[in-house]
């Protein structure tokens, strides 16, 4: 007997002899079970791995194609597609080969296609970004279903190692089932409050991806099925694939809980003016040194100039923010009107913080910032305390269902003062079915409502940026045409747009679908 055989054969002398053959004799090879402590451990990792890649794919891909319920769908569809695909396979070939090397194998083969996940998103995403819902499903198929497979197939392979004696089967799948589950949970809870609010994106699926490694080189050096030149093969091949995806192009200067967030220099206009860019669209514009700059974003200016005609002409006024991007208004407001009073109500407080740091955003008892979901921190602002709320908490790729409402719109209207003005700015091209919805929904609302967009040659609403202006009492007057070649629209007008539009409520608001991008 060799030295090498004897070593594992002591080291798992605790365990039963193997069953004996109808005839008496000893079967001629038998695989050894593991000891339970260390396959609970593996199909623990190997499930946890597959729920944290799930939900970190969630920030990788909005770059490309947002925060929206089609790519958490297609998120969600690819890894169960994988579990699939990986449970029937792997027990499939667990039957038919050695399952200790199979195990072996997937897990530093699931590590090393963990690896290349952040190389396929961004070799893929910026094309997906072009290619709507099928897109989405392109690069999100890609990269996750392959390795979702192959760590799902280290539980079926795990519980055929495990079997010997057929009257305790469902207790051992059960026991390996259940820690499996254990594994997900953790996975799940641990990314969402733990990774990602600590860690890039991409650090994070490297932490992953090297903690499978680890164990399937562990578990062979235990079993002795793994020799040095094995080992050393798969220490490269993580090495070289974790070179990878931090040598392709970051599209972000910083991950946040929510957002890619990048800054970028004006290239026509002031020196000091700088763009905010979110999940890789144009958010807001900065001036640095001059807050009273709106920029070139026509809404912005579509929006103060209605925000002029509240009060006397440098009169303060009591505002809130609904999303805070660059905090442009805010700023603007307090550099025109002295002693104003603005709380931003702002979802990501990691964006806040990049702001402060490379924004010049200075927070004060008059400019606050409140960070947490509207539909909560909304309740907290007394009842007829705001002269205006501006809801600014929609990109071209994201779309926050719950502040779209009949709802939410009742709790904004509590919080304005009687006549208060609501402008909501609104992403939406033609057929504009998410733009008719909206409007529907505010009138369900409030008497009074305007749409202030760019028109069509045939003289309807042409689609992109639209600003909807909602008050129980007058409307600001208006002196003109709104700057920017927008067009205006009155309450007759959007009747008419809305015709057979269905309000949005909290038991209906398919947003994402309505919106056309």
């Known amino acids: 007997m060799s030295t090498r055989t004897s070593r594992a054969r002591a080291r798992l002398s605790h365990q039963p002899p193997p069953p004996e053959r109808e005839d008496g004799a000893r079967p001629s090879s038998v695989v050894v079970p593991l000891p339970l402590p260390f396959a609970a451990a593996i199909v623990f990792v190997a499930a946890g791995a597959v729920l944290v890649l799930e939900i970190l794919s ?91 497979a192959v760590l799902s197939a280290v539980s079926p392979t795990v519980a055929r190692w495990q079997l010997r004696d057929l009257r305790a089967s469902g207790t051992t799948i059960g026991v390996l089932s259940g820690w499996a589950t254990a594994g997900a949970l953790v996975g799940t809870f641990g990314t969402g409050f733990v990774l990602v609010p600590l860690l890039a994106v991409s650090t994070s699926v490297l932490a992953v991806a090297i903690l499978l490694v680890l164990s399937g080189i562990a578990l062979g050096a235990y079993t002795l099925l793994l020799r040095a030149r094995g ?72 929006i103060a100039e209605a925000v002029e005609r509240l009060g006397g002409p440098k009169s303060p006024l009591d505002a809130v923010f ?34 402060r740091r490379h924004l010049g955003l200075r927070t004060s008892p008059e400019l606050r910032a409140t960070v947490g979901d509207a539909r909560l921190t909304m309740r907290r602002e007394p009842t007829h305390s705001a002269d205006f709320v501006v809801g600014d908490a929609f990109t071209g790729l994201a779309i926050p269902w ?104 909290d038991d209906y608001a398919p947003v994402d679908q309505l919106e056309t991008r």
């Open 58 to 148: 969630v920030r990788l891909l909005a770059p490309y194609v947002g925060l929206t319920l089609e790519t958490t769908t297609s998120i969600i569809g690819a890894v169960l597609l994988g579990i699939a695909v990986g449970a029937a396979l792997g027990g499939w070939v667990a039957d038919k080969t050695n399952p200790r090397r199979l195990v072996i194998g997937l897990l530093i083969g699931g590590g090393l296609l963990a690896l290349l996940t952040v190389p396929i998103v961004r070799w893929l995403g910026p094309s997906a970004r072009e290619g709507g819902t099928a897109g989405a499903l392109e690069v999100t198929f890609a990269a996750l279903v392959p390795v979702a």
């Open 231 to 302: 080992i050393a093969a798969a220490v490269l091949s993580t090495a070289a694939l974790g070179v990878l995806g931090p040598a392709l192009h970051n599209p972000c200067d910083a991950e946040t809980s929510y957002h890619c967030v990048r800054v970028e220099e004006v290239s026509e206009g002031p020196p000091s003016g700088r763009f905010l860019l979110l999940d890789g669209q144009y958010n807001s514009y900065v001036n640095l040194e001059d807050p009273s700059d709106l920029g070139p974003f026509r809404y912005t200016r579509w």
């Open 322 to 355: 609904v999303g805070g991007g660059g905090f442009t208004l805010p700023r603007w407001l307090a550099a025109k009107r002295p002693g104003s009073h603005s709380n931003v109500l702002e979802v990501d407080g990691g964006l806040v913080e990049f702001d």
């Open 402 to 505: 719950q502040l779209t409402t009949i709802e939410w719109l009742r709790e904004v209207r509590r919080v304005l003062k009687p006549g208060g003005l609501y402008a909501l700015n609104i992403i939406d091209l033609r057929p504009l079915a998410l733009l008719r919805a909206e409007s529907a929904t505010l009138l369900r609302v409030f008497k009074n409502l305007r749409l202030v967009t760019p028109a069509g040659e045939d003289g309807r609403p042409a689609g992109d940026n639209a600003i909807l202006f909602a008050s129980n009492g007058p409307l600001p007057p208006r002196h003109g045409a709104p700057v920017a070649e927008a067009s205006v629209f009155d309450r007759a007008a959007i009747v008419r747009l809305v015709a057979g539009a269905r309000p949005l409520t």
